[in-house]
């Protein structure tokens, strides 16, 4: 049962006079440095029990967790409830096109990046322009249902040939301009109220496979890594959030894909190639990426220098093996968090219809 595995001192938790429905916590804690997924559209009794003790930091939906409004809503709720902390954050990869796990009828469709590339080949600012007012209508409806992070945009730069699990979730293939919409996008989230995560570091542009099935490999030079991958999350280095990719790079560590990889880590992501010192998750434990047990990759991710774990399926057995294998968070994981935190205030007022209205006439479509 739980109470054998859970070896970690009892967190400290955040002040429970917070305003509810805040994700602004009084005091920073050192939750479990994991996000979990849930099984359906309402939690169990298991999963509360287990959530309650594992005490992660978050929680992460997926399509098989949202089916109307309100549902997400009180699923939301109950999630925070089962940990205890009405700012728990709640993650969702909703980037627009094919990655939306709220979908029509009940949620609009948005585009895919790709449009806003293809918009700002033609005039930089219109493509600017729309990639913000995207994302705030993003925010606006993830924050009506409680959702905090987004897990988007996506930085990759694709080149020709690739595999198109990135394709046209990619911007396009200039560096400086996935920089700029990007940019746009995380402004327009964080506007809304919501965090960005910015994915998939070092850059997953130039994978031939699906890490989602198998492990990519990248045969590059450093130096077109440096020029054209790495670009667009250097120029992001600011931001609040990032995803590092299940991607060997060759020519910096050929043993380890980027996210339990120490010298990717190191060396680029934190290191001078980047410079990025947000708050890391790892894609995905259960991608087909990664080998070995749930535990040790868990584990493997933590050692190489990531803050959070991210395991998504919402299998049992497999956030068990997890939770064992990830202890609080590290004080440097406590002080990225927080500055997360601080970096994203309330919404700003925002006219919904008008919003709708200026995308639709700058990308010319029916309105979303």
Not at 8 to 20: E, F, K, Y
Not at 78 to 102: C, H, K, T, W, Y
Not at 293 to 307: I, Y
Request: negative net charge; hydrophobic residues 50%.
């Amino acid at each position: 049962m739980w109470g054998v595995w859970l070896s970690v001192p009892d967190p400290v938790l955040p002040n429970a006079h917070h305003r509810p429905g805040s994700h602004r916590a009084a005091h920073p804690a050192a939750h479990r440095a994991v996000v979990f997924g849930a099984a359906g559209t309402a939690l169990t009794a298991e999963e509360r029990a287990f959530f309650r003790d594992a005490d992660p930091l978050g929680f992460i939906l997926f399509r098989r967790n949202c089916d109307t409004p309100d549902q997400v809503r009180a699923l939301v709720d109950s999630l925070r409830e089962a940990v205890g902390r009405a700012d728990a954050p709640v993650l969702i990869d909703q980037e627009g096109g094919r990655v939306a796990r709220m979908r029509p009828p009940h949620w609009p469709a948005f585009p895919p990046m790709r449009a806003f590339g293809d918009l700002a080949a033609r005039d930089a600012a219109a493509g600017r322009e729309a990639a913000r007012i995207n994302a705030r209508l993003l925010a606006l409806m993830l924050a009506d249902c409680g959702v905090s992070v987004d897990c988007a945009p996506v930085c990759d730069v694709p080149v020709e040939g690739a595999h198109d699990i990135i394709g046209d979730r990619a911007f396009c293939g200039d560096p400086a301009r996935v920089a700029d919409l990007a940019r746009a996008t995380c402004e327009g989230l964080m506007a809304g109220g919501v965090l960005p995560v910015v994915k998939h570091m070092p850059g997953h542009g130039r994978a031939f496979a699906d890490s989602h099935a198998e492990l990519p490999v990248v045969d590059a030079p450093r130096a077109a890594l440096e020029e054209t991958d790495f670009a667009p999350f250097r120029a992001l280095a600011d931001m609040p959030l990032g995803m590092v990719a299940h991607v060997v790079l060759k020519a910096i560590d050929p043993d380890a894909p980027a996210s339990t990889s120490p010298i990717v880590v190191r060396d680029v992501v934190r290191g001078a190639p980047i410079g990025f010192d947000g708050l890391l998750f790892s894609d995905d434990l259960s991608m087909g990426a990664l080998a070995g047990g749930m535990r040790s990759r868990a584990e493997a991710v933590l050692a190489a220098g990531l803050d959070i774990v991210l395991h998504c399926n919402g299998v049992m057995e497999e956030m068990v093996a997890v939770a064992e294998g990830v202890p609080a968070m590290s004080g440097e994981a406590v002080r990225r968090w927080a500055k997360a935190e601080a970096m994203c205030g309330p919404a700003q007022p925002a006219d919904a219809a008008a919003l709708r209205a200026r995308l639709a006439d700058l990308l010319g479509t029916p309105q979303v």
